[in-house]
């Protein structure tokens, strides 16, 4: 299984955000720039069988941005499991429920993304590791999915993705 975890695009800032912070919206910046990163996820040929996003309005539209580049448009399944304080055990017991041979994208936030991403790859929760908006990691699941269990393929910035579009 490969899982690609990539991080909503730039928000609106939250001291200039009136609103529900679930609500807070992707700028039209943050809209631009996951759509660039996002072409350069297609140039690496790297194809979703699946879509999960966090409920949180920025990730959501992060998820129909990526959604829209693909030529075959795949479902979006909204999942509590990636929103910002969610448990990365939980998360990761989600994935088992997918096929072994699956590409599933999930869209969330930091820093549960980097937390799920270190538990995935070293069985324990670790610092060190840290997405930046509209960025990503591809890690591999060669068998059952389990903490400590996964092989880091890549880490990108938005700009590294970006320069491959």
Sequence with gaps: MDCLFFRHGIAVER????????????????????????????????????ILSSPLTRARQTAVI?????EEPIKIRITADLEPGA??????????????NA??????????????????????????FALKKAGACLIHVENRVRPGT????WWLTASQLRALA
Excluded: M, N, Y
């Design 15 to 50: 001291d200039t955000w009136t609103g529900e912070e679930r609500r807070r919206p992707l700028t039209h910046k943050g809209r631009a720039r996951t759509r660039q990163s996002g072409k350069g996820l297609l140039a690496l040929r790297l194809t979703p069988t699946h």
């Design 66 to 70: 990526l959604q829209a580049l693909l």
């Design 87 to 100: 448990d990365p055990q939980a998360f990761l017991s989600l994935l088992t429920t997918f096929p072994p």
């Design 103 to 128: 590409c599933v994208w999930c869209i969330g936030h930091e820093p549960h993304l980097s937390a799920t991403a270190g538990l995935l790859l070293t069985g324990t929760s670790c610092d060190g």
């Design 150 to 153: 996964g092989r880091l393929d």
